[in-house]
């Protein structure tokens, strides 16, 4: 098995949807499920530190597990925009 190379911390909007639609059926978790696992998990500041924790506890690729940390983060900084 070959090494996931890490993709850049900035993705497109679509590639982003793209990996948030396909992570129910690959994991079989919906994102409600994950972000509160994000929630509930220890407090990381890093994003890759948040991504790294995610990949470890639940197996998850980097790609996915990027995926929830970044929806995570861009519902929180709305949350407090409010």
């Given at each position: 098995?070959?090494?996931?190379?890490?993709?850049?911390?900035?993705?497109?909007?679509?590639?982003?949807?793209?990996?948030?639609?396909?992570?129910?059926?690959?994991?079989?978790?919906?994102?409600?499920?994950?972000?509160?696992?994000?929630?509930?998990?220890?407090?990381?500041?890093?994003?890759?530190?948040k991504?790294?924790?995610?990949?470890?506890?639940?197996?998850?690729?980097?790609?996915?597990?990027?995926?929830?940390?970044?929806?995570?983060?861009?519902?929180?900084a709305?949350?407090?925009?409010?």
């Open positions: 098995m070959r090494p996931e190379a890490p993709m850049s911390h900035v993705f497109s909007e679509e590639t982003h949807r793209n990996l948030l639609s396909r992570i129910p059926h690959c994991t079989g978790r919906d994102i409600a499920d994950w972000l509160r696992t994000v929630e509930e998990g220890p407090s990381l500041f890093r994003f890759e530190e991504v790294s924790w995610l990949r470890s506890e639940h197996d998850l690729a980097y790609g996915h597990a990027k995926a929830i940390i970044h929806e995570y983060d861009l519902r929180r709305a949350r407090k925009l409010l």
